[in-house]
């Protein structure tokens, strides 16, 4: 039989955690949690930079995206992304950023490159 990895929970295991009562397994996470590392409650303070709305994926529970030529869609230049996120930081004093956004093929993966350079300079 499969001992599978270490840390790493079987299918079974994975099947049995569902068929628990939500709260029950919270409970017993909690319980974990305290085991493992008290009371101890750690944060990291961030900021979630969408730098387009724009998306050619359309998946149907997002309602976030709009696709390309649609009045509400946005692509934000690298400098107006740096912009904001010096904002954000100003005010909130931010030590990670999570880029996130549509998939929009005027992008291509040279913004990234100065986008990714620009952000890291931040540091
Ligand atoms: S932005 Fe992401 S979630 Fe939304 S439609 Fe595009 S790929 Fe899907």
Redesign the pocket.
Known sequence: MDAGRPGVPRREEIEELLREDLWELGRRAFEIRLRMHGRIATFVSNMVLNYTNV?T???SF?A??RPPGHPEAYTYTVEEAVRRVLAVDAVYGISQVLVQG??NPEIGIEYFERLFRELFGLS
Request: overall charge neutral; some cysteine.
């Open positions: 998306c994926v359309g998946c997002c976030f995206y549509g998939v």
